[in-house]
């Protein structure tokens, strides 16, 4: 792998910041230049939160060009909608189901999309569209915060860096307590890939 662009979206609470953190540190672990840029949306408040991230073997900007996301990781169904118009068109998207209406959507004046509305939509834009049982996973687990370590679980099979450097990362960067849920929500974020979403 020469380069990566990931761009992470999401809303306030999902861990998306967390999740870019531990991407980035992956990235380092695994010998590349890294940038990040974040943005913070009302981040606290259930606004947008957007993070860049690129690996390369020198990287100048840590902006994504609109166009150029080698991968999308969309913490909510929505989300994915309204940042697609960065990814690459060989580009892999994937998204957590969850859904988290916006304000126009819980006041009446929009409606929220159908999956499949955005499935479709999505795959206009990328090459491979897949949609991950993040939230479920990381509830069936006992703890919906770590929907966002099940993610990276996922994003982690389409790279050809170790599990173990993710492993090594992740942590490195959680709790003690929360150490090995952690690692469980990884593993089986991975494995909802390798066996076929």
Same mark, same amino acid.
């Given at each position: 792998?020469?380069?990566?662009?990931?761009?992470?979206?999401?809303?306030?609470?999902?861990?998306?910041?967390?999740?870019?953190?531990?991407? @980035?540190?992956?990235?380092? !672990? *695994?010998? /590349?230049?890294?940038?990040?840029?974040?943005?913070?949306?009302? +981040? &606290? %408040?259930?606004?947008?939160?957007?993070?860049?991230?690129?690996?390369?073997?020198?990287?100048?900007?840590?902006?994504?060009?609109?166009?150029?996301?080698?991968?999308?990781?969309?913490?909510?169904?929505?989300?994915?909608?309204?940042?697609?118009?960065?990814?690459?068109?060989?580009?892999?998207?994937?998204?957590?189901?969850?859904?988290?209406?916006?304000? @126009?959507?819980?006041?009446? !004046? *929009?409606? /929220?999309?159908?999956?499949?509305?955005?499935?479709?939509?999505? +795959? &206009? %834009?990328?090459?491979?569209?897949?949609?991950?049982?993040?939230?479920?996973?990381?509830?069936?687990?006992?703890?919906?915060?770590?929907?966002?370590?099940?993610?990276?679980?996922?994003?982690?099979?389409?790279?050809?860096?170790?599990?173990?450097?993710?492993?090594?990362?992740?942590?490195?960067?959680?709790?003690?307590?929360?150490?090995?849920?952690?690692?469980?929500?990884?593993?089986?974020?991975?494995?909802?890939?390798?066996?076929?979403?």
């Amino acid at each position: 792998m020469e380069k990566a662009n990931f761009l992470l979206v999401g809303v306030g609470g999902q861990g998306t910041l967390t999740a870019s953190d531990i991407l @980035a540190n992956v990235g380092l !672990q *695994a010998g /590349y230049d890294v940038k990040k840029s974040e943005v913070h949306g009302m +981040s &606290q %408040r259930g606004g947008a939160v957007i993070s860049h991230v690129r690996f390369a073997e020198k990287v100048y900007s840590p902006l994504i060009a609109l166009g150029e996301a080698d991968y999308l990781l969309s913490f909510e169904l929505l989300e994915s909608l309204r940042w697609a118009h960065f990814v690459h068109p060989k580009g892999t998207v994937l998204v957590n189901i969850q859904e988290l209406p916006p304000v @126009a959507v819980t006041s009446g !004046q *929009a409606e /929220y999309p159908e999956r499949e509305t955005v499935r479709q939509e999505l +795959s &206009q %834009r990328a090459r491979q569209v897949l949609f991950v049982r993040g939230l479920e996973i990381a509830q069936e687990l006992g703890n919906a915060r770590v929907t966002n370590t099940v993610l990276l679980g996922a994003l982690s099979a389409f790279l050809p860096l170790a599990p173990e450097i993710w492993e090594g990362v992740i942590l490195e960067t959680v709790p003690e307590r929360y150490r090995e849920l952690n690692r469980q929500a990884f593993y089986l974020g991975r494995e909802q890939i390798e066996q076929g979403v």
